[in-house]
């Protein structure tokens, strides 16, 4: 039990926000699609990162432990077809025995600017699928629809995990 809290302490709440805690999904504006208004390094971009933050945080579970939940929330400028790939996600998750890590709140919005109207495209249920690469990795993968040059793609997602330990490129504590 010792061993336990400890870690609760070894290891605290993360939080990583690259802007600030007032950010909304769903919340898009015409001046979103104007480049000129982000600092861009490279001109040459493809895709511009307009928003992106992960927070974890720990709940008990039934095992008597704890289990982290993560959210991941990204929002992207789509510059140019090259960019096209950023609108393909793909979610890790780990499975041992009849444990397996939960993915849920998954939202993903494509928004495209149209004579200064802002139309929009939902990811909808049908368009998530499961890759399982072996037996302990499930793969959520989804693509965003109605991507074109220009567009804005949205998406958030929340993963509830028993393994603590388990690390991998999204994890909290890789």
């Not at 290891?11 to 979103?32: C, E, R, T």
Request: proline share 2%; aromatic share 14%.
């Amino acid at each position: 039990f010792l061993s336990s809290l400890l870690a609760l302490f070894i290891f605290p709440m993360h939080s990583l926000q690259a802007q600030d805690a007032d950010y909304k999904f769903g919340n898009v504006s015409a001046k979103d699609f104007d480049v000129s208004a982000y600092s861009i390094v490279d001109d040459n971009a493809s895709a511009v990162t307009l928003y992106e933050a992960g927070k974890t945080h720990f709940i008990g579970n039934k095992r008597s432990w704890f289990s982290y939940v993560f959210t991941c929330t990204r929002k992207i400028k789509i510059r140019d077809k090259r960019a096209f790939d950023a609108a393909t996600v793909e979610i890790e998750l780990y499975k041992k025995d009849d444990d397996e890590e939960q993915l849920s709140d998954l939202k993903a919005v494509t928004y495209n600017l149209n004579n200064g109207a802002i139309s929009t495209s939902k990811l909808g249920k049908d368009g998530v699928f499961s890759e399982r690469p072996d037996k302990n990795h499930i793969i959520k993968k989804f693509t965003l629809p109605g991507v074109q040059e220009g567009s804005i793609i949205e998406y958030t997602y929340t993963i509830t995990s028993g393994f603590v330990f388990v690390t991998n490129e999204r994890s909290p504590f890789a």
